[in-house]
């Protein structure tokens, strides 16, 4: 079992940046991929970014150049900075870490914190 606990989301202005965290308690953080998700109130849940268990990382086209994922397996933690943020990124912001075994898949979410951008 793994624990997922995101913080760092709050209230910002168009064009400021907040960096979301995402910390993992229990099994061997480095084994997992890790997403961001979002969800805005009437949308369905939105695919953010991915970063692999070597760093490597993607990207929704509507953050790119605007946001990045990163992890820090020592500290078992994975990063969302997110910069030049638009009205539209106004959404609760979920982490969500996946390892495909040969025959089940783990799949843990965390709660979520919420980001809103506005004047």
């Known amino acids: 079992q793994v624990q997922l606990v995101e913080s760092g989301g709050g209230l910002v202005q168009p064009g400021g940046s907040l960096r979301l965290s995402c910390a993992a308690f229990?099994?061997?953080?480095?084994?997992?991929?890790m997403y961001w998700y979002r969800q805005s109130p009437g949308k369905q849940r939105e695919w953010v970014a991915t970063?692999?268990?070597?760093?490597?990382?993607n990207y929704a086209d509507s953050v790119k150049g605007r946001f990045t994922i990163s992890r820090d397996n020592a500290k078992n933690t994975t990063y969302l900075q997110m910069d030049s943020l638009k009205p539209e990124d106004t959404a609760v912001y979920y982490c969500?870490?996946?390892?495909?075994?040969?025959?089940?898949?783990?799949?843990?979410w965390g709660q979520g914190t919420q980001v809103t951008v506005s004047s």
């Open positions: 970063i692999g268990r070597r760093g490597n990382t």
């Open positions: 969500n870490a996946v390892k495909i075994h040969s025959r089940y898949v783990e799949d843990y």
């Open positions: 229990g099994r061997d953080f480095s084994i997992y991929v």
